[in-house]
């Protein structure tokens, strides 16, 4: 289960390599900020997996100094608000629907079980910045015109957020004895996530400029 586990990761960090490369590429050819913005998300998750990846196979144990990747995967989070900002053309309402509120108490919830584990600040920083990515790719989808090929990204980044507190979870508990891991499939999840984050993003470029 371990070799595969790093043959999963392995496939990921090509992924992302592949990823942030044709970002980087697609970015200095057209000057557009949606592939600036993507690139830098991919660039940064990038950083923060290799790190992680590079110590548990020269020391086989998680990171001491573990603020290293996280500081990438926060940054890796804010830059794709930044790019769900920046497609948006209408104007922010912020007091539009009260459901909305429930987002910071599952977030809020969430950090508070994963602090029997992790350090608080880290998660309360977490909470905040999975706030404000849940919050507009779920305003996003939700208010977004129909025709618009813009609902593709916003889908597939709500799915991010869903994967990625599933996966957080299924890291909190041992699967010792089961016959599929469930971390494990989360985690190949996760990189279809974000492999499909790249067409998504391409449609919102494509829809911009017609």
Same mark, same amino acid.
């Given at each position: 289960?371990?070799?595969?586990?790093?043959?999963?990761?392995?496939?990921?960090?090509?992924?992302?390599?592949?990823?942030?490369?044709?970002?980087? #590429?697609?970015? $200095? !050819?057209?000057? @557009?900020?949606? +592939?600036? &913005?993507?690139? /830098? *998300? #991919?660039?940064? $998750? !990038?950083?923060? @997996?290799?790190? +992680?990846? &590079?110590?548990? /196979? *020269? #020391?086989?144990?998680?990171?001491?100094?573990?603020?290293?990747?996280?500081?990438?995967? /926060?940054?890796?989070?804010?830059?794709?608000?930044?790019?769900?900002?920046?497609?948006?053309?209408?104007?922010?309402?912020?007091?539009?629907?009260?459901?909305?509120?429930?987002?910071?108490?599952?977030?809020?919830?969430?950090?508070?079980?994963?602090?029997?584990?992790?350090?608080?600040?880290?998660?309360?920083?977490?909470?905040?910045?999975?706030?404000?990515?849940?919050?507009?790719?779920?305003?996003?989808?939700?208010?977004?015109?129909?025709?618009?090929?813009?609902?593709?990204?916003?889908?597939?980044?709500?799915?991010?957020?869903?994967?990625?507190?599933?996966?957080?979870?299924?890291?909190?508990?041992?699967?010792?004895?089961?016959?599929?891991?469930?971390?494990?499939?989360?985690?190949?999840?996760?990189?279809?996530?974000?492999?499909?984050?790249?067409?998504?993003?391409?449609?919102?470029?494509?829809?911009?400029?017609?």
């Amino acid at each position: 289960m371990f070799l595969i586990e790093q043959i999963e990761n392995v496939f990921q960090l090509v992924a992302l390599g592949i990823l942030t490369f044709l970002t980087i #590429y697609r970015s $200095v !050819t057209t000057h @557009n900020r949606i +592939w600036g &913005l993507l690139s /830098m *998300f #991919y660039a940064t $998750v !990038t950083l923060g @997996n290799l790190y +992680w990846f &590079l110590y548990m /196979m *020269f #020391y086989q144990e998680t990171p001491f100094y573990d603020f290293i990747p996280d500081f990438c995967w /926060m940054s890796s989070v804010l830059f794709m608000v930044v790019l769900l900002l920046q497609i948006r053309k209408t104007e922010w309402n912020w007091r539009e629907n009260k459901a909305y509120l429930l987002i910071p108490v599952f977030t809020f919830a969430m950090a508070l079980f994963y602090m029997r584990w992790g350090e608080y600040l880290s998660n309360i920083a977490y909470a905040i910045a999975m706030t404000i990515l849940l919050y507009c790719s779920l305003k996003g989808l939700f208010e977004v015109e129909k025709e618009s090929r813009k609902s593709t990204l916003y889908f597939v980044t709500t799915a991010y957020c869903v994967v990625e507190y599933c996966l957080w979870t299924a890291s909190c508990f041992s699967w010792e004895g089961f016959i599929v891991n469930p971390y494990l499939i989360l985690d190949i999840m996760l990189t279809l996530v974000y492999i499909a984050l790249y067409p998504a993003a391409g449609r919102v470029v494509r829809d911009e400029l017609h």
